[in-house]
């Protein structure tokens, strides 16, 4: 089990990896869960990590969140199986949502035809390519 001291360093180091840095985590709301709140909040690993709030185009935060585990969430017979840990989870019955980190003014982007629109795959990468 994950200190508090040690899941921030492992969430910063994270993020430092995808190019954001500690001010970016504030504006973009993510924060280290630890693996008890995690569960209490419906994400389906017992495992700490960093809740990702998601935005609507006017930088408003929406229902749906996901996490981004920063431990095994194996437990049990499954560590000693090849079963790959998980490394994102979001809460049981909620549909995906498209991530538009609140670094832009994506209001001004949806109603401009001539910005070209990048799309990638997670919210590190969204969120590093917006800055």
């Not at 991530?99 to 994506?106: A, F, I």
């Amino acid at each position: 089990m994950l200190t508090n001291q040690e899941l921030s360093k492992l969430m910063y180091q994270k993020l430092a990896g995808s190019g954001l840095d500690p001010k970016d985590a504030s504006v973009l709301g993510m924060k280290p869960l630890r693996a008890v709140e995690a569960l209490s909040l419906g994400f389906p690993a017992k495992a700490s990590g960093i809740l990702i709030p998601y935005f609507t185009l006017k930088g408003a935060k929406t229902s749906f969140a996901r996490i981004r585990y920063l431990e095994d969430t194996r437990h049990g017979f499954e560590l000693q199986t090849t079963k790959k840990p998980l490394r994102y989870g979001q809460r049981a019955n909620t549909v995906n949502e498209l991530y538009l980190p609140p670094l832009t003014d994506w209001v001004r982007i949806a109603q401009a035809t001539e910005i070209p629109l990048l799309i990638t795959e997670g919210e590190f990468k969204s969120a590093c390519a917006t800055k």
